[in-house]
T-cell receptor
């Protein structure tokens, strides 16, 4: 199993550009989520999903959209990139309530 | 979710036990204690979790005080590869918010030769 796969690993965007961060998992997990981590900080939840077709906002959702059309994929869309969105983004998945979460290796995004 | 307090940094000698404390004095009866670690900006890695009994797995032991207001993660024989930021998280696993985790600042553990 590959686990949780995030692409790309690195990305540089210009202010105002849009892009999609990809996240895929091959463990048939119901729950998936996106976090961002700013330098020297802990992770903050952006959006999460408890199953295909179901998404909800986390702590810092502004500027981001998500959708969950399949169990495997949970893309994160930046609508109009801003320098404040420069961060490392992590995707995570888990099987059920309270079970361990598996994280991807992250996407390092820089908005100039 | 209950708030947690961890020391910002700790050192440990290689081969010795690393004891990482966590204070969660406002924990409620149905909240679990979880530990994750993050090695050098990689994705966080699950270590262990528990409710009120002490837990042990191949990576670590978790000791939760009887009043559940604090806990200690123990790495029995720390190696250089255990150098990481360790996060203590308390949460209710059964809620409508999926499996979201609230990360604080964590403890930066430095294992030294």
């Amino acid at each position: 199993n590959a686990g949780v796969t995030q692409t790309p690993k690195f990305q540089v965007l210009k202010t105002g550009q849009s892009m999609t961060l990809q996240c895929a998992q091959d463990m048939n997990h119901e729950y998936m989520s996106w976090y961002r981590q700013d330098p020297g900080m802990g992770l903050r939840l952006i959006h999460y999903s408890v199953g295909a077709g179901i998404t909800d906002q986390g702590e810092v959702p502004n500027g981001y959209n998500v959708s969950r059309s399949t169990t495997e994929d949970f893309p994160l869309r930046l609508l109009s990139a801003a320098p404040s969105q420069t961060s490392v983004y992590f995707c995570a998945s888990s099987h059920g309530w309270g079970t361990e979460a598996f994280f991807g290796q992250g996407t390092r995004l820089t908005v100039v | 979710d209950a708030k947690t307090t961890q020391p910002p940094s700790m050192d440990c000698a290689e081969g010795r036990a690393a004891n990482l404390p966590c204070n969660h004095s406002t924990i409620s009866g149905n909240e679990y204690v979880y530990w994750y670690r993050q090695i050098h900006s990689q994705g966080p890695q699950y270590i262990i979790h528990g409710l009120k009994n002490n837990e042990t797995n191949e990576m670590a032991s978790l000791i939760i005080t009887e009043d559940r207001k604090s806990s200690t993660l123990i790495l029995p024989h720390a190696t250089l590869r255990d150098t990481a930021v360790y996060y203590c998280i308390v949460r209710v696993p059964l809620n409508n918010a999926g499996n979201m985790l609230t990360f604080g600042g964590g403890t930066r553990l430095m294992v030294k030769p």
